[in-house]
């Protein structure tokens, strides 16, 4: 199986996250809000979040998870040829949040946002390796990074106990006979008005229809790629899902009989940091030693647009 991933030499050398250290439990909420942690853990799993300082800025987040990821994989800023950074909370219209994080870590390379919401780093991972394989950029930081509280309405139950902030980062190096990551990207031909944050304003939610995409699209979506690339659930050691609601997880496993053991969980800590919860959850995944060099890890993303990206990756 590990032959039909493309051996063309782009891998992850190093992982890392960050996240506020203001946290913000389910009975903070509840003292404000008309909820419980009872009704916010059973119908979502959440029971924390993290939360920024208001001066601390997307960016900020994103340099502290890129700076970890860094260190990881023995790099320091000079060495990055390219930033990648996926967020739908950047700091400015512009200059990018990217352009913000190369001068905050020193660097010179390039640098751009991408825009996918929930999918965002799945979107940039994919990305970034493809224009990897062109032989232009041969280290590069991708980053997926969100400040979603500074986009809510606090008075909203709807939408106020779902998110936190945070950022996730992995390098990206060439190393010629790695296997490098395979993605399959897409959307759906409705619902982009499902889940919106309008430029100034703050995040609208139909959760239902959000829930029953967030199912369909999973089993979908781990499918496909396990038939294209003819994986058994064995060949896997983790599927890392984007942390949106442990319920959905749960559906979809229950759908496809997947253990839940198999799916990285951790939003009862972190709530749902949209670009940031895939790579969050795969340093984390790294840290706790739940995955090793050579271990096949799939990642998948999905949430407004309605969109949805799926990652096989081969850890270095
Ligand atoms: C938002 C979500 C948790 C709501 O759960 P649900 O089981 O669908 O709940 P419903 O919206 O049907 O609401 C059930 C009841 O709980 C109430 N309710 C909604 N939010 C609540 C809250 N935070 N606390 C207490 N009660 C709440 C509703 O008003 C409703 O009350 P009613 O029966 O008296 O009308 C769920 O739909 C969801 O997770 N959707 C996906 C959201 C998501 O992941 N978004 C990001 C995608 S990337």
Same mark, same amino acid.
């Given at each position: 199986?590990? /032959?039909?991933?493309?051996?063309?030499?782009?891998?992850?050398?190093?992982?890392?996250?960050?996240?506020?250290?203001?946290?913000?439990?389910?009975?903070?909420?509840?003292?404000?809000?008309?909820?419980?942690?009872?009704?916010?853990?059973?119908?979502?799993?959440?029971?924390?979040?993290?939360?920024?300082?208001?001066?601390?800025?997307? /960016?900020?987040?994103?340099?502290?998870?890129?700076?970890?990821?860094?260190?990881?994989?023995?790099?320091?800023?000079?060495?990055?040829?390219?930033?990648?950074?996926?967020?739908?909370?950047?700091?400015?219209?512009?200059?990018?949040?990217?352009?913000?994080?190369? %001068?905050?870590?020193? /660097?010179?390379?390039?640098?751009?946002?991408?825009?996918?919401?929930?999918?965002?780093?799945?979107?940039?991972?994919?990305?970034?390796?493809?224009?990897?394989?062109?032989?232009?950029?041969?280290?590069?930081?991708?980053?997926?990074?969100?400040?979603?509280?500074?986009?809510?309405?606090? %008075?909203?139950?709807?939408?106020?106990?779902?998110?936190?902030?945070?950022?996730?980062?992995?390098?990206?190096?060439?190393?010629?006979?790695?296997?490098?990551?395979?993605?399959?990207?897409? /959307?759906? +031909?409705?619902?982009?008005?499902?889940?919106?944050?309008?430029?100034?304003? %703050?995040?609208?939610?139909?959760?239902?229809?959000?829930?029953?995409?967030?199912?369909?699209?999973?089993?979908?979506?781990?499918?496909?790629?396990?038939?294209?690339?003819?994986?058994?659930?064995?060949?896997?050691?983790?599927?890392?899902?984007?942390?949106?609601?442990?319920?959905?997880?749960?559906?979809?496993?229950?759908?496809?009989?997947?253990?839940?053991?198999?799916?990285?969980?951790?939003? +009862?800590?972190?709530?749902?940091?949209?670009?940031?919860?895939?790579?969050?959850?795969?340093?984390?995944?790294?840290?706790?030693?739940?995955? %090793?060099?050579?271990?096949?890890?799939?990642?998948?993303?999905?949430?407004?647009?309605?969109?949805?990206?799926?990652?096989?990756?081969?850890?270095?």
């Amino acid at each position: 199986m590990q /032959s039909a991933l493309n051996p063309n030499g782009v891998t992850i050398t190093g992982t890392g996250f960050y996240v506020p250290t203001s946290l913000l439990t389910n009975l903070d909420l509840a003292a404000s809000l008309d909820t419980s942690d009872e009704w916010i853990s059973q119908r979502t799993g959440i029971r924390q979040r993290y939360i920024a300082e208001a001066s601390a800025e997307t /960016s900020d987040l994103a340099v502290m998870a890129a700076t970890d990821a860094l260190h990881r994989a023995q790099l320091s800023p000079e060495d990055v040829d390219l930033i990648v950074v996926a967020t739908s909370t950047p700091d400015y219209a512009f200059p990018s949040t990217a352009m913000l994080v190369k %001068q905050k870590l020193g /660097s010179r390379a390039p640098a751009f946002d991408l825009s996918a919401a929930c999918s965002g780093f799945v979107y940039a991972l994919s990305i970034s390796s493809d224009l990897m394989k062109s032989g232009a950029y041969h280290n590069v930081l991708v980053i997926g990074a969100d400040k979603f509280s500074k986009i809510m309405d606090w %008075q909203n139950r709807n939408t106020a106990v779902l998110f936190g902030d945070g950022a996730g980062a992995v390098v990206l190096q060439s190393r010629p006979g790695a296997s490098s990551p395979f993605s399959l990207l897409g /959307s759906e +031909e409705r619902g982009a008005d499902t889940l919106i944050s309008p430029v100034t304003g %703050q995040i609208t939610m139909h959760g239902r229809e959000v829930f029953k995409f967030g199912v369909r699209i999973l089993e979908s979506m781990l499918t496909k790629v396990m038939g294209e690339l003819e994986l058994s659930l064995e060949d896997i050691a983790l599927i890392i899902p984007h942390q949106a609601n442990v319920r959905i997880i749960e559906h979809a496993a229950d759908k496809m009989n997947i253990p839940m053991d198999k799916f990285f969980m951790n939003i +009862e800590t972190y709530g749902n940091t949209s670009a940031a919860s895939i790579p969050i959850a795969l340093a984390e995944a790294v840290e706790q030693q739940r995955i %090793q060099a050579g271990d096949i890890v799939v990642l998948a993303g999905f949430g407004a647009g309605l969109a949805w990206g799926v990652q096989v990756i081969q850890l270095g």
